[in-house]
Structure formats: structure tokens, C-alpha cells
């Protein structure tokens, strides 16, 4: 302890600093840190960012766009030759460019993610299933040339813009800066910018879905492998604003999933991903009778906006009319949309007339190909209205990461505005052009909330109007997935209340969901250090609302840390311009608050603080830190190494928690115990420790961990996973649980974990017990290491006394899916205008009953009588 203490105080310049802080007292200055006024500060400055992408979509682009298609005639021979994205610079055996594949300059560019760009020209991406020379796609092509000097002339006026884009209604995509465009490894380009979050809820209003689908005998085989690919497309045009249900029927109703039956769930990823799990472990038997199911899916239906129910079927039969008539009619608030599947037409009369006499839309999908371009009708049958009354709402997406176009992980926002035609003879139609838009890198929105104002444990945060989380510094979005990172499959839809756990009566995320502003003070366990170590703090939170967007935003200053601002002469802004860019590459800024910096802060002052880490030459580190006003971090190599092996005789304990490992006995132990968790090393001592109440047990709680689990949880939610300290892998990376213990390849899987932290007593500075272990024993020796945050222990191995690792696996329930927490959904809603065709349904369907269905019908009942 004296040799250390003396090192620290040599090589920190804590003596030094202290004496310079006194030296430049007159000339400093320390106030209070007002959270109210320094959050209402941040969230204007984030609102003026993001006012000014909405302004280069609403000015700029949307005008542009609705003025060229008003100007331009639709010409069915049209030759046009455009960039085509996946075409550009491919030439044939000859050495010419292939047609719509001209020469098309592209350089690196570090403003978009180090791609290839041309930021002189935009370029057009067509989905493989969408003809790229169609009439419809060249007038649409032809027309939006005229967004290319708009693009150009926002980037200019606006540096910090990323992608700005055109998706059009017809199926493609105009996108600037332009790139070349990668397929995959088949060679197929499935980007359709119509599937895109941003392009749907832009396009339509919050809606209620209710999928029916038919699994009698008769949908067995391609019909129902076409059944289940229109249910996952269907479910892909969905969002966070959205609820949505699946319901199978035959001759009685069966809910996909029984958790959710009698109510509509969020169409958030979690839940969408959920649904299509399920819908392919669908079984077809039984004969089809739609009544029942249709009944059903009117009884859960009860939003005020747009309501919708998918019937998906090879026929029907039944007289169906009067339950129209008792649920729907003459009001016709929810549309029904009916795919007719398979080959054989002989009912489509019967699926034409139900679409058409409820304001939906009927197609026949008879292949996989068909699918796609069938389902986006049912979007612009919705859009109706929005559009025939020229309602031009402004909508921001969730969190998403965008992989395929831009190729990062990066987790990104995107605000988007409808296009609409504004040709009178096309009024009543209410025809969408497509959807206008541009990409908001959260990173950058975060930057004008910088750490370093807030304190060592202050941290600012962004939440949607559903509480979902935009930007936290406890967001997790990734997983190690062998050697790689991929996103959660449900990354985009962790919940304020799933990072700040211990607000367990939800006031904080209530309030921010609903826009208010205020405070609010919790007392918190702080998970750091990748969940290994707890921190009590007392936190306080200070919201507000972003104006003209669905987001709020929050701060957390902490008690103690946070409370006071530190200001000289110099700013750190101005501080950095004397920085080279070595320099800034190699400087730790109070920016970024490492883990020794904050678990230091919380020593006491004047002790030294040990924190033990892996350099990449393969040297162990201790970062020796002090807490005085600045804390200094002086890493020393304490031992060295031999062929990966390490010599030594004793174990040194963190007492802010017990992984700093440098092992037992005189003996030649494996580097890769140093860092580990001591429970895993030794379970029996640490247990005897824990038992004699040197160290307690502190309960901590993660919602966004990954578990390998080989077996498929039909109910739906994540299992709760409870983790014992001496199970070996807890503190992998992003917490990573093995739930199951079977050699075979396992999927990674969303679940919830409690796991324990320790906190050690500090009141007891040595202990020593004898732990039997049948016909031998094992003693210790552990001892206080003054003025420090370790514990020397001293173990004689004279035998191994292994405890059994256990863990309990919790009944998996659906309350996490199920649960209706509060939600803002946007104000504005287009379900009717009185204008609509509402003939456009389909096919050439009179309002009366078929002669068809009639007769069907007719039979039917002499048939029963």
C-alpha cells in the first residue's frame, strides 16, 4: 500500500495539481449546474438541427417533385436512358457501357460512411421484381430529374445533410449522393424503397390490422407457402404507430399467437419478427368457414384512424353478407382487403364483392413473383384520402440502422413527407407519387448534448412518442455473432423503461411519452463496466419535448458528480484548435468518461484506485488513478509475461467488485484468467465470502440481453433468464447467456436477464475461514490493502472444492409483448374523405351481391336444409 501510494502520488501529479488549482483560483470559477435550463438549451439546439432536414424536405424536395409531375405528361412511348444504380460503369465484352449503365464518376467520400459517391448527380435503384424500362417507371424517372439541383443546393446550404432520396410509387428509387449498387450473393437487388419505415408511415396514417388467414386442407402445398409470404409482407409495411393481429381459421377461429388473442398488439419489429416465426409453423386441415373469423376480427378492431382487415383465402362460400351488415355497414369505417390465392378463379367474384363493397381492394396472387407489387395496393387505397385532401404531414421514423444501402451500423433516423399528384382529373383517385426524404445520423443529433457538461455518471438521452429508445448510452444494438456484429432483431424497439429500469412505476417514460417537461429524482443501481460492477447514485432527470417532431428528450445529472461546471478563460471547443489531428486521435476527453474515470470518482479522496484491463501487445495494465479534482490515469506493466502464462501466489479483490484476478498459489496459471469474475475462478471461497458478509448481493437487471436457447418459445415474449454468480461466462460481452447447456448449434435469441453484482463492506478489513471439502480442506487469508480499492487473498489449495453451477429458467410469459404501455400516436389521421372512389377496388364489381355468390349461397342452405 505505501509503495503504491507513493507511486500514485509521484507519477499522477495529484500534489502538483493540487497546488496548480489553488495558483489559478482567482481566475476560475465554479457555479451550480442548472438541469431545467441546460436541458431546455440542448433540446432547442437538437430541435433547430432537425428543423432544418425538415425544411430541406418540406420546402425543397416535396414542392419540386408534386411541380414536376403537375408540368409533366405521361407519355406510354417514352425512351429515356437514366443512371441506373446497379448498371453504372458496366461495360460489355466490347468496352462499351451497357444501356443505362453509363460512365458515372464515383470517389470516397468520409461524410458518407467512406462509400464510393458522385455528390454531383443523384441515381436510380429498381427492385430485380420491377421492370426497369416499364413506361411507369421511365415517366416517373423522367419527371423527378428535376430533384437532382435540389439535392445538389440543400447539401450545399446544409454540410451536415446525408442521404437525400425519392421513393417512388411506382417501385424505384432516386437517391443522392449517387453510388453503384451491390447485389446479393444471388445476384438479386430486394430493396424496394415502398418496404422502407419511412416511405410507409409517411404514406399512410396509424392503422389497425387484423391478417385473417385461411389453413383449411384445400391451401395446402404452393398455395399455402404464397399465403405466408403475403402475411410477411404485409406485416413488413407496418410500424411502431401501427397494431396489427394474425388470426387462422378453418372451422373455428385459432389466434397465431393465444397470447394475444382478443386485442391488437404494436406492429413494432419484436412483435413482426414474432409473427412471422409463428406464421411458418401454420397447418392446414379442416374446411374453411370465413364467418367466424371475420366476426372476430371486427369484435378487436376500435381505433379511431384507419382499420383494415386482410383476408387471405383460395375461396369462399358462405353467405357472409349479414355480418357486414351487423359490424361495418353503412359506415364502412374498416376496409377490407382480400387476396385470392392460387390458380383456380372460380370464387373470385366472391372475394371481388366483399373488397368492393367495404372500401378495400381485391387481387389474385397466383405466385410468389405476384406478392409484392399486389400488397403495396392496399397502401395506396389507404392513402386515399390523405392525399384527395392534400394533407401533407411530416413524419420522423424510429431508430434503424440502414445496412443495405449505406452499409453501417450506425443507428440513423430519417424524416419523410408524402408526394401527391395535383392534377385535377385525377382528384378523386387520390394517386401518391411516392415519398420524399433525407437520413439524420443520431450520433451527430447527440453531439450538441455533449457529456462533458453533464458529469462523470450524466448522460443525455432521446425517446420516441412509444417510448422507444432513439439514442441512450445503455442502448445495446449489436451482438457479437461469431466473429461478427449484427443488430437485435429487435434492436429498434428497446424501451425507455428497459434501460432505465429502476424507474419501475414508468413516471419518467409517461412523462416524456406524453411531451411534457419536468423533473424527477430516483435513486438508481448503475450497471457499468459492461454489467460487471454496480454504482448507487442519485440520479435526476430533466425532459422536455422536441417541437415538431415525436421525440423527447432527457438528461440525467447525478448527486455529487454533475452538480457544479468548472470554467476558466479557455473553452474546450478553443482548447482543441491547438491540437493536431495525432493529437485529438490519441486524446481522452471528459467527453467520453471511460470506466476507470467513473468508478474513481466514486473513491474516496486521496485513495488510489486500481482498474486492470489487456493492452493489445498482451501486456496487463493497472490503471492507478487518484480521486483529487482531475483524475490522472498512470498505467504501469506490473509483471511480466512467459508464453502467455503468468507467476504468482496471491489474489487481489476489487472492492467496488471482485474481478481484478491474478490467482492463487505459487504456481503457472493461464493469462486468461486475469479480469475474470473471482466467483468463476473460485465459487467456494467467493461463497464463504459472501456467507460471512464481506461482500452483498446487489440485484441488477438487463432487458436487452441475448440468450442461446435451442428450443423455439412458441408464447411470446423473451424468457427470463436468472443467473447465479459462479456460472461460467457470465461477463461476456453484451452479456451474452448460454441458457442451455447442449453442444448442438444454437440460435441467439432476445431475452431478460437478473443476474447478481457484488458491493464489498468496507467496515471489515481481514477475514479467514476453513472451507471442507469432504476428506480435505481449504483455508483463506484475506486482508484490506490500505488506501485502496483492493483486498489481498491468500488461498491454500490443498484441495478443489467445486460448487455445482445452477440457473433457473422462468416460465416464459407474453406480459413484455403484451403489455400496453402508454403511447403517443400522431395526432393526425386520414381515414375518409367524401371524394374517394371508392369503385377502384380491384376488378369491375357492381355494389349489389353476385349473381355468383347468390347461387352459392342459394346452395348452400338447401343443401344443410
Known amino acids: ?55 430541406s424536405v418540406k420546402v425543397s424536395l416535396k414542392y419540386t417533385a408534386e411541380d414536376a409531375d403537375l408540368y409533366h405528361e405521361y407519355n406510354a412511348s417514352l425512351q429515356f436512358d437514366y443512371f441506373n444504380a446497379l448498371l453504372v460503369n458496366t461495360m460489355d465484352e466490347e468496352g462499351n457501357f451497357i444501356e443505362l449503365g453509363g460512365e458515372f464518376p464515383l470517389e470516397e467520400n468520409e461524410h458518407f460512411n467512406k462509400l464510393s459517391v458522385n455528390t454531383l448527380m443523384s441515381d436510380i435503384q429498381v427492385p430485380t421484381n420491377v421492370y426497369n424500362k416499364d413506361p411507369n417507371i421511365l415517366n416517373g424517372v423522367y419527371m423527378s430529374e428535376a430533384l437532382n439541383d435540389v439535392f445538389i443546393s440543400n447539401f450545399q446550404k446544409d454540410p451536415t445533410l ?15 449522393p449517387g453510388i453503384k449498387w451491390t447485389p446479393d450473393s444471388n445476384g438479386v437487388v430486394s430493396f424496394d424503397c415502398r418496404n422502407r419505415n419511412w416511405y410507409i408511415q409517411a404514406a399512410t ?3 389497425d390490422i387484423v391478417i385473417l388467414v385461411d389453413v383449411s386442407g384445400s391451401m395446402k402445398g404452393l398455395k399455402m407457402t404464397i399465403a405466408k409470404h403475403t402475411i410477411n409482407t404485409i406485416l413488413d409495411t407496418l410500424g411502431e404507430n401501427d397494431f396489427v393481429n394474425v388470426i387462422a381459421y378453418t372451422d373455428y377461429v385459432r389466434y397465431v399467437e393465444p397470447c394475444f388473442k382478443g386485442t391488437l398488439v404494436q406492429a413494432d419489429l419484436d412483435n413482426r419478427e414474432h409473427f412471422k416465426l409463428l406464421v411458418e ?35 369462399a362460400m358462405e353467405d357472409f353478407q349479414s355480418v357486414f351488415e351487423e359490424f361495418n355497414w353503412p359506415d364502412k369505417k374498416v376496409r377490407v382487403f382480400t387476396y385470392l390465392i392460387g390458380r383456380d378463379m372460380t370464387f373470385s367474384e366472391n372475394i371481388k364483392w366483399i373488397a368492393c363493397n367495404n372500401k378495400g381492394y381485391y387481387t389474385h396472387i397466383s405466385t410468389l413473383a405476384d406478392v409484392q407489387e399486389n400488397v403495396m395496393e392496399y397502401l395506396h387505397v389507404l392513402s386515399r384520402p390523405m392525399v384527395i385532401n392534400h394533407d401533407h404531414d411530416i413524419i420522423w421514423t424510429e431508430a434503424y440502422m440502414d445496412s443495405v444501402v449505406t452499409h453501417s451500423l ?12 395535383k392534377k385535377k382529373e385525377t382528384l378523386s383517385h387520390g394517386i401518391l407519387l411516392g415519398v420524399v426524404g433525407t437520413d439524420v445520423p443520431l450520433l451527430e443529433v447527440m453531439k450538441l448534448a455533449p457529456r462533458y457538461k453533464l458529469g462523470a455518471h450524466g448522460y443525455a438521452f432521446l425517446i420516441t412518442n412509444n417510448g422507444y429508445i432513439l439514442a441512450h448510452p445503455d442502448l445495446r444494438p449489436l451482438y457479437v455473432d461469431g466473429k461478427k456484429l449484427k443488430p437485435k432483431p429487435n434492436y429498434n424497439s428497446v424501451d425507455l423503461s428497459e434501460a432505465e429500469w429502476e424507474d419501475t412505476e414508468d413516471s419518467l417514460r409517461t412523462a416524456m411519452v406524453k411531451g411534457e417537461t419536468g423533473t424527477l429524482t430516483l435513486d438508481v443501481r448503475a450497471a457499468v463496466d459492461k454489467g460487471k460492477r454496480p454504482l448507487f447514485l442519485k440520479n435526476e432527470y430533466f425532459y422536455t ?8 428528450f432527457g438528461m440525467v445529472l447525478t448527486r455529487g458528480h454533475g452538480q457544479y461546471m468548472f470554467f476558466g478563460n479557455v473553452s474546450v471547443e478553443e482548447g482543441e484548435t491547438f491540437l493536431t489531428p495525432v493529437d485529438k486521435e490519441n486524446l481522452f476527453t471528459v467527453d467520453h468518461f471511460p470506466i476507470w474515470y467513473r468508478l474513481a470518482a466514486e473513491n474516496k479522496p486521496g485513495q488510489f484506485f486500481f482498474y486492470a484491463s489487456v493492452c493489445t501487445s498482451g501486456s496487463l495494465h493497472i490503471c492507478l488513478s487518484m480521486s483529487v479534482w482531475v483524475c490522472v490515469c498512470v498505467c504501469l506493466i506490473i509483471m511480466g ?9 496471491t489474489v487481489y479483490i476489487n472492492l467496488n467488485n471482485p474481478s481484478l484476478y491474478a490467482f492463487v498459489s505459487v504456481s503457472m496459471c493461464p493469462f486468461t484468467q486475469v479480469g475474470k469474475f473471482f466467483g468463476e475462478i473460485d465459487g467456494s471461497v467467493m461463497a464463504q465470502l459472501l456467507k460471512s458478509g464481506l461482500f452483498k448481493r446487489v440485484t441488477l437487471y438487463d432487458y436487452q440481453a441475448m440468450c442461446k436457447n435451442a428450443h423455439h418459445h412458441t408464447s411470446g415474449a423473451r424468457p427470463l433468464f436468472l443467473l447465479e454468480f459462479n456460472i461460467c461466462g457470465l461477463w461476456h460481452n453484451d452479456y451474452v447467456v448460454d441458457a442451455h447447456r447442449q453442444k448442438k448449434v444454437e440460435l441467439m435469441q432476445p431475452c431478460n436477464t437478473e443476474y447478481p453484482g457484488f458491493m464489498y463492506d468496507t467496515s471489515i478489513r481481514e477475514t479467514n ?9 481449504k483455508m483463506f487469508v484475506l486482508q484490506q490493502v490500505p488506501n485502496s480499492n483492493l483486498v489481498m487473498l491468500v488461498v491454500q489449495a490443498d484441495c478443489d472444492c467445486i460448487l455445482n453451477s445452477f440457473e433457473h429458467n422462468a416460465t416464459v410469459k407474453c406480459n413484455r409483448m403484451k403489455s400496453q404501455k402508454i403511447r403517443r400516436r400522431p395526432e393526425s389521421c386520414h381515414a375518409y374523405h367524401p371524394h374517394e372512389n371508392a369503385n377502384d377496388c380491384g376488378g369491375a364489381c357492381g355494389i349489389a351481391v353476385s349473381l355468383t355468390l347468390c347461387f352459392i349461397c342459394l346452395a348452400t342452405s338447401l343443401a344443410l336444409h
Open 1 to 55: 500500500s505505501e509503495q503504491i501510494n507513493a507511486i500514485a502520488s509521484k507519477y499522477s501529479g495529484a500534489v502538483l495539481l493540487q497546488k496548480k488549482l489553488k495558483d489559478v483560483e482567482p481566475i476560475i470559477r465554479i457555479e451550480d449546474v442548472d438541469g431545467a435550463r441546460l436541458v431546455l438549451e440542448f433540446a432547442d439546439e437538437i430541435e433547430r438541427m432537425l428543423g432544418s432536414k425538415m425544411k
Open 162 to 176: 446525408t442521404w437525400q432520396y425519392f421513393g417512388s410509387s411506382a417501385g424505384f428509387f432516386r437517391l443522392y
Open 205 to 207: 396514417s396509424p392503422k
Open 281 to 315: 409453423e401454420l397447418h392446414m386441415k379442416g374446411e374453411a368457414k370465413v364467418k367466424k373469423a371475420m366476426k372476430e376480427s371486427f369484435r378487436i378492431l376500435g381505433s379511431l384512424c384507419n382499420q383494415a382487415i386482410m383476408l387471405i383465402t383460395d375461396g
Open 410 to 421: 450506425l443507428l440513423m433516423t430519417s424524416v419523410a413527407m408524402p408526394v401527391f399528384s
Open 545 to 552: 419535448t422536441i417541437n415538431e417532431t415525436p421525440f423527447s
Open 641 to 649: 509475461f512467459r508464453n502467455d502464462f503468468i507467476l504468482c501466489y
Open 769 to 777: 475461514s476453513i472451507i471442507k471439502c469432504g476428506r480435505c480442506q
